[in-house]
């Protein structure tokens, strides 16, 4: 996986890997990076999940696959056990890889997700990378900024949620002939969905993770509803829940300060 590191100042605490959300990449992840390799101490790694930013393009995606590459990432650079932070696609990875593999998971944070239900925007998300993909493409003689604006007038006629469109224009880039391309593998994401990533397999909930787990939910969020805790406590018996008033399901973009500040507090409590 591709990765940007940010290091820490001493060795308190386990590393700590970023995990995006669908069609996100290790860059949205910046700023909360920054500030948690300063309050944390400890060493940051913000990553590209396969078929996103500067990762490979594979034909499979599901969470098993999703959870082997994190194995791989963590037995490369050493790492015996490793905090996760994770968004969404991120979180459902974070929490696949506890339940399989809990010897190798220090704490865990999990922004806006369940593993119990599956919201039914996500249809309309799925929805939305199919419009994305058969967008037609700008001239190279346009700039970045007018390519944006040229395909989110196309995207506006499907999608009209404006935060929707940002974010799948955050995956737009220019090849080095000067053609724009999308940067995600968005072929192979929006195929079956349902069927190899929206939900955790069925034999996780076989298992149990009994180490530190956060569950941090945006307040205007549909992606968590308040009846999954106590299913989620049969799976992760130490679960924290926490609420960040005023965020949607991207607390980290809506409410970074709010967020990092959870995150901090829980990673720096013993």
Known sequence: MAFKAYEGTSDCGSPLVALHALLGSKEEWDRICRGLSERSSRSIFATDLRNHGESPHCPEHDYPRLAEDLKLFLDQRGMGKASLLGHSMGGNTAMYFSLKYPQLVDKVIVVDISPVSVPLILKSMFNSVTHMLNAQMPSQALSMADARVHIDDQLAKHIKEANVRRHLLNNLIRKPDGSFAWRANSSTLVRDPYANFVTLPAKCFECKFDGSILFLNGGDSTFFPETDRS?????????????????????????????????????NKS
């Open 231 to 267: 299913p989620i406590l049969q799976l992760f018996p130490n679960a924290e829940f926490q609420t960040i008033q005023g965020a949607g399901h991207w607390p980290h973009l809506q409410k970074p300060y709010e967020l990092l500040r959870a995150c901090a507090d829980f990673l």
